[in-house]
């Protein structure tokens, strides 16, 4: 697994690629969603002065509800809109890998620098898996990451959680 996570980080095309075919790794991403988001948590709890347990709970939840969220968006654009390639499935599964870099949040103030790798990583993730331009793969990536910042943020003002504590991304 920690081979996967690096080439994940390092944007290996071929890697992604190789996770949309492979059914089996999907308990792996699910994995690096829940224990990246929970080191984000955690970053993130500290730079604010949070309660890190609380920190820590809040970013594994809004990390896996983003993950589901993120990746439907992404298969309904992507496939339905733009003509990829990919099943629900595939997306999830490389989406979740693309979160790997979220990890370096848990140094406090690093969050926003794992949160761009991660977008640069969902955007290999998804140009692989729906086998389409780097330009289609932005635009959907872009457009489901929108709607789960948009979610994200209306869940923080509904539930009234500290923004950065409870969402490290």
């Known amino acids: 697994m920690i081979s996967n996570v690096k080439r994940a980080a390092l944007l290996d095309a071929n890697f992604y690629s190789e996770v949309a075919r492979d059914a ?3 308990k792996q991403a699910a994995l690096v969603v829940v224990l990246a ?24 939840v809004t990390g896996v509800v983003g993950w589901f ?6 298969y309904l654009i992507g496939v339905r809109v733009l003509g990829g390639d990919a099943n629900y499935s595939e997306i999830r599964r490389v989406i979740g890998f693309a979160y790997a870099p979220l990890a370096i949040g848990v140094v406090p103030w690093l969050g926003f620098i794992g949160a761009a790798w991660t977008v640069f990583a969902a955007v290999v993730a998804i140009r692989e898996s729906m086998e389409f331009s780097t330009r289609r793969s932005i635009a959907t990536m872009g457009l489901g990451w ?24």
Do not use: C, H, K, R
């Open 146 to 169: 929108a709607v789960w910042l948009g979610l994200s943020v209306l869940l923080n003002v509904i539930v009234g959680w500290d923004f950065l504590t409870a969402w490290p991304m």
């Open 69 to 74: 969220v993120w990746s439907g968006v992404a």
């Open 24 to 26: 089996g790794v999907m």
């Open 37 to 60: 988001n929970l080191l984000g948590g955690v970053g993130a709890a500290i730079a604010t002065e949070s309660n890190v347990v609380v920190g820590a709970a809040a970013g594994v």
